[in-house]
């Protein structure tokens, strides 16, 4: 079954654009190192819980959007080979990432999958 990592980060509205842009150039560099899909969400209809929701997990603020995106590989050492190669791309290297989200309040994960319809 396939392996999933996923994401969850606070995205300033000012900077949906230019989140827009480097989800685009990451997602193209993930997929052509090996990726079966790469998805980008922004919320739509996501409540502010009381104790728990996706808006406390990452502490966004008023003028935030969350997003919620997710990588698909083949397995778990797929996933660790695609990974090592994207981390040292050229193209995604540097800092520009940071002035389009707070990177440390982003949730993530890798999934395996236990159910799929």
């Known amino acids: ?13 000012a900077n ?8 685009n150039l990451a997602g193209s560099i993930w997929k052509e190192h090996g990726a079966l899909k790469y998805v980008e969400c922004l919320a739509d209809d996501v409540p502010y819980g009381e104790l728990t929701s996706f808006p406390r997990a990452v502490m966004a603020k008023e003028d ?10 083949g397995s778990r050492k797929e996933r660790d080979d695609i990974v090592a190669k994207v981390m040292s791309d050229p ?7 940071k002035t389009v989200f707070d ?9 395996e999958t236990v159910v799929e319809l």
């Open 16 to 23: 949906i654009e230019a989140y827009k842009k480097l989800a």
């Open 91 to 97: 193209r995604l290297q540097g800092d520009e990432w």
């Open 1 to 13: 079954m396939p392996y999933i990592d996923g994401f969850v980060v606070a995205v300033p509205k």
């Open 64 to 73: 935030e959007v969350v997003g919620f995106s997710w990588i698909v590989y």
């Open 103 to 111: 990177g440390k309040r982003m949730i993530y994960g890798g999934f």
